[in-house]
């Protein structure tokens, strides 16, 4: 069964529009969340777009703040001082250019304000179990497992990569709900041996087709974060022509988990701000 990410994305969209009016009615003003764009990739501009109409179908105010690739870390801080005064939420397309200190400036966005929970104290929050929110992927893997109702405790799960927005966070709380986590990196030896056992399988490299149906047993759920692009055509970390034959349910790319990670985002906009 192939996961259809994008009804389960405005079916939250939708509950997070009734609590944007709730809020907007008590407080009197529309949340504002704020995105900081550096450069002129296309992609990232895409991304940032999609982030925009979604909140604006919640009622979001969302206001894009575009900077020149060639900005220094010290200019763009004071900036970020700036637009977390004007925000109620603020997020940082990622990665920013190679010449910029990335953690710092993630640390400008307070923890109240951090809808990514990327700043160091918003990270140090979660992985002790005290932040109001998860990171974006963690939550929007809650709300797929939730909709499908899966439970994860007792379970053998693959989770391919470690990176500080999918892999790490996303394995983190997997251990914290009971599963049986196995970590693969570009460093692990025969990954194919660990995700073979795995019940479930999630992806979030980067990496086109590093996960083939040779790589899974029957039945298994498989989730995938990943996105690249081969031929002129986005796809994601998962052969899914290969995968989808074996697997119980499985998310396409596109249409699978990214407009649910832009639900979440959008959710603890609302979260850390009611």
Known sequence: MIIDGRKIAEDVLAEVKERVMALRQAQGEPLGLGAVLVGDDPEFKKFVDLKGKS??????????????????????????????????????????????????????????????????????????????????????????????????????????????????????????????????????ENPEKLSLQADIVIAGVGKPGLVGGEMIKNGAVVIDYGYGKKDGKMIGDVNFESVAKKASLITPVPGGMGPVLIAAVLKNLIKLNS
């Open 55 to 188: 909140a604006e179908k919640a009622g979001i105010t969302f206001t894009v703040y575009k900077f020149p690739e060639k900005i220094e870390t010290e200019e763009l801080k004071k900036r970020m001082q700036e637009i977390v005064g004007w925000s109620d939420g603020v997020l940082v397309e990622l990665p920013l250019p190679k010449h910029i200190n990335q953690q710092a400036i993630l640390n400008e966005v307070p923890v109240v304000k951090d809808v990514d929970v990327l700043s160091e104290e918003a990270q140090k929050f979660f992985y002790e179990g005290k932040f109001r929110v998860n990171p974006p992927a963690v939550e929007a893997l809650k709300i797929i497992l939730e909709k499908h109702d899966i439970s994860v405790k007792g379970k053998k799960v693959a989770v391919f990569g470690q990176g500080i927005l999918i892999g790490k966070p996303i394995s983190h709380w997997l251990e914290q709900q009971g599963a049986e986590v196995y970590r693969i990196r570009s460093k692990t």
